[in-house]
Structures are given as C-alpha cells and as structure tokens.
Nanobody, 117 residues
C-alpha cells in the first residue's frame, strides 16, 4: 500500500503554468511506476502521463509538448509540470502509484486544476 499526497493545483488563466507534486510513502519509491490521471466534470478519469522506474515517460496526445512528468527518487516525489494550459485541461488531477510486485493502482486524493479562458 502506497500513500500519496498531492499539491499544487489551483486557478490559472489560459496559457499559464502550474506544477503538481505527489509525495509517496509506504513503499520503495524508486521501484514504483508513477503517473497522473485527470477527471473533468461529467467525464471518466483519463490517463495523462506516466514515468517508469527507468525514467521513461508516456503522455496522452492532448498534453504532449505542454506537460512534463518527472520524478525525484531522493524526495519520493513525482511532478507534473503543466505549461500552456487550456480551459479543457480543467479537471481534478490524481496521482497514481503502482508498486511491485502486483502493480495495483494506489490513488491520491486529487487536486483541482481550473483554467479560465
């Protein structure tokens, strides 16, 4: 079981930037697959980005070139740097952790990101 605490959400104008942070505890962070998901009102939760234990990353097409996911193993923290934000990025953003050996998902409480036009 991994405990996750997210921070960094807020209200920003279109074109602005935010950085989300997710601090993990309860497992060896360097072995955990970390990711970010989001859920907009009336929509299903969707994958945004992930960073694997070797540092490789994947993104949903809609955020490529604007968002960057990273990890700091020394701080047990994953980040999501979000630039050039658009109103359609408005959602609750959830941190996701999948530790070995099962790689079952653990979720944070979510942090609200609102982008005004």
């Amino acid at each position: 079981q991994v405990q996750l605490v997210e921070s960094g959400g807020g209200l920003v104008q279109a074109g602005g930037s935010l950085r989300l942070s997710c601090v993990a505890s309860g497992s060896i962070f360097s072995r955990i697959r970390m990711g970010w998901y989001r859920q907009a009102p009336g929509k299903e939760r969707e994958f945004v980005a992930q960073v694997l234990i070797d540092g490789s990353t994947n993104y949903v097409d809609s955020v490529k070139g604007r968002f960057t996911i990273s990890r700091d193993n020394a701080k047990s923290t994953a980040y999501l740097q979000m630039n050039s934000l658009k109103p359609e990025d408005t959602a609750v953003y959830y941190c996701n952790a999948r530790p070995p050996p099962t790689y079952y998902s653990n979720w944070g409480q979510g942090t609200q990101v609102t982008v005004s036009s």
